[in-house]
């Protein structure tokens, strides 16, 4: 063995000596991309490095605090074996600051009023629903849209689809045509491709129209009232049809047609197609119309509740602005929530299949339905308030009764009905079912279960990042916690409740806000035909995404084809089961849907207020 020189041995000691792992990969800091509010508690975090000292400097790079770590909060993956939480709540002076730890730099963050820093992304998520806008009353927006899908005026209306398959997914027999022509043009798009639900645009209805409601917004009313537009619609009161859906996502190679999801294109490119039945794309641009049950017959609850919530919340906001308009809206309203199936319910109509939409809770949605009757009906002078209140008190019991244990989002309204009934119950309802106490403490529950998930997170994120709808269910904790301190005056959950938001804004592993066009690191690649094909500088405006998810839900993802490359790297970040893909193709985390986006702007909004 040749010796190497006394002074030369020694040099290299030291760089072999110092290479454990966390020193190997830099440091990164997590903020909220957008900032925290004055007064509330504030958390950054550092990924990787080690204990000790952080700074925060101001926007000229002068320190203004300094502070420490505390112990580890967890492993996130090997590269990064330790997190730490980096208490910025003492920062109580507005301004514009970077967090320095470990030798990284975070990015650059607001301390301000809440209403500055987040009624802006009320405003920046209602551009979303415009993007969204289908039909002859697009808005042409950041993307150039186009109308589209004009053939919606004389739809054909078919019966229930079969599915089969492990999926739940495959088409097992043809469409059966069964009535129309009907007028289902316009309305929103639900997600990244142009199939429309009911009950996807109801849900978010009732939280724009909450939020319209109680902070008037010239752009925000346009929106509600385009949507409640495509929903009367939906709704035939004539012979009492409710269509749930138009468009099918799913084709079928057997039966020789394509789905919604077939063809990667821009939505004005159906409207050029020279088809003719029996054609494989017959039904990309004449698109079947689905009831949700025969004329007449029993609604699926969930669909009855929500449906009746939108329409109520719509004659709210119009009750001094065109009483006529509130009241037909209410007439709407009642005639489907009376419509409802409470018995022998089985499953519960969302989508076809349902397997794209598998809610199983309908309860809740029922309460929503009959809180904002009532409050429609007191706003107009209805004598049948206290009735539908009475109503709302029931299913509130008997949803706290069942084994749901959602929160809010997608598939349960809850909270929003809680919040509401509360109000309700405290003007007095003669013979209701429970009282505001019951309806705190179901809040409280659904609280309770989200800090105690947080608190085996290193980030402190309430929700399961290996499942679907993390930006949302994330959005949905923030505003719940916001609404029970409203219930209740309680400010136990504010912490909580900002930490959810901040997740979705950037103090996550991966760095990113989920909110298109929010923060300075967001998607670049969103699952979205229409923001793809307008070209990498035509940003897709307040759309939330899904977030994280399992790493299992990417495998084999196809490329679609016709669409352009898009792809930003984050691998290094995926850690406990999870993973994030700004890739266009990741469909699992990086598609935008109306219902993320409109919980979002709940969460926002309620921030917003003092």
Same mark, same amino acid.
């Given at each position: ?18 290479? $454990? ?306 009241? #037909? ?197 969103? #699952? ?31 490329? $679609? ?50």
């Amino acid at each position: 063995m040749r010796l190497l020189p006394l002074a030369t041995a020694a040099a290299l000691a030291v760089p072999l000596a110092a290479t $454990p792992a966390e020193a190997a990969t830099p440091a990164e800091v997590r903020v909220d991309q957008v900032g925290y509010a004055l007064g509330e508690a504030k958390h950054a975090y550092l990924l990787g490095g080690a204990a000790g000292k952080f700074t925060v400097v101001d926007e000229r790079g002068r320190a203004v605090r300094e502070g420490r770590t505390g112990a580890s909060l967890g492993a996130w993956n090997t590269r990064y074996p330790n997190v730490f939480d980096l208490d910025l709540s003492t920062l109580d002076r507005p301004g514009t600051y970077r967090v320095k730890a470990a030798g990284a730099t975070s990015p650059p963050f607001r301390i301000d009023t809440a209403r500055r820093l987040f009624r802006p992304l009320v405003r920046a998520t209602t551009e979303f629903f415009q993007a969204q806008r289908d039909g002859h009353d697009v808005v042409p927006g950041r993307l150039d849209r186009k109308p589209s899908h004009l053939a919606d005026t004389k739809a054909t209306v078919y019966a229930e689809p079969k599915f089969a398959g492990e999926g739940g997914d495959e088409i097992v027999e043809p469409l059966k045509p069964q009535g129309g022509p009907v007028d289902v043009e316009g309305g929103w798009v639900d997600a990244g491709d142009f199939v429309k639900f009911t009950s996807n645009t109801a849900y978010s209805l009732a939280e724009l129209g909450f939020v319209l409601r109680e902070d008037p917004d010239p752009v925000l009313a346009k929106e509600v009232r385009f949507g409640l537009d495509w929903l009367d619609k939906m709704w035939d009161g004539r012979t009492r049809t409710l269509y749930a859906q138009v468009g099918i996502g799913t084709g079928s190679e057997e039966f020789g047609f394509l789905g919604d999801h077939d063809v990667w294109r821009n939505p004005q490119d159906d409207d050029a197609l020279d088809v003719k039945p029996g054609d494989p794309a017959y039904f990309v641009k004449y698109r079947p119309v689905f009831p949700a049950g025969p004329a007449g017959a029993p609604l699926s609850p969930n669909l009855a509740g929500r449906v009746a919530a939108a329409f109520a919340l719509g004659a709210q906001v119009q009750a001094h602005r065109d009483p006529r308009l509130a009241r #037909h809206y209410l007439a709407e309203a009642a005639s489907v929530f009376a419509q409802a199936k409470t018995a022998d319910v089985g499953e519960l109509v969302s989508a076809f299949p349902h397997a794209y939409y598998p809610e199983s809770s309908w309860e809740d949605d029922l309460e929503l339905g009959a809180t904002q009757l009532a409050l429609a009906a007191r706003k107009l002078g209805d004598p049948r308030a206290n009735g539908w209140a009475r109503d709302a008190a029931k299913w509130a019991k008997a949803y706290i009764g069942s084994d749901d244990t959602s929160t809010l989002n997608l598939y349960d309204t809850s909270a929003l009905a809680h919040a509401d009934l509360a109000g309700l119950l405290r003007t007095g309802v003669p013979g209701a079912a429970l009282g505001v106490r019951e309806l705190a403490a179901d809040l409280r529950r659904q609280l309770d279960a989200g800090v105690d998930q947080a608190k085996k997170s290193p980030f402190r994120t309430a929700v399961d990042l290996t499942d679907f709808d993390a930006a949302s269910k994330s959005f949905g904790f923030a505003a719940t916690a916001r609404l029970y301190q409203r219930v209740t005056g309680d400010t136990r959950y504010a912490a909580f409740g900002a930490q959810q938001r901040d997740f979705t804004l950037g103090a996550n592993a991966w760095g990113v806000s989920l909110v298109v066009g929010v923060g300075t690191t967001f998607p670049q690649c969103p #699952h979205h035909q229409a923001a793809n094909l307008a070209g990498p500088s035509k940003v897709l405006y307040g759309a939330v995404v899904n977030g994280p998810n399992g790493a299992d839900n990417f495998a084999d993802l196809p490329f $679609p084809a016709g669409a352009k490359e898009c792809t930003r790297p984050y691998e290094s970040f995926d850690g406990q089961g999870s993973r994030y893909a700004d890739d266009l193709s990741s469909w699992p985390s990086n598609e935008p849907a109306i219902d993320f986006t409109s919980t979002a702007l709940l969460a926002f909004s309620l921030a917003a207020r003092p």
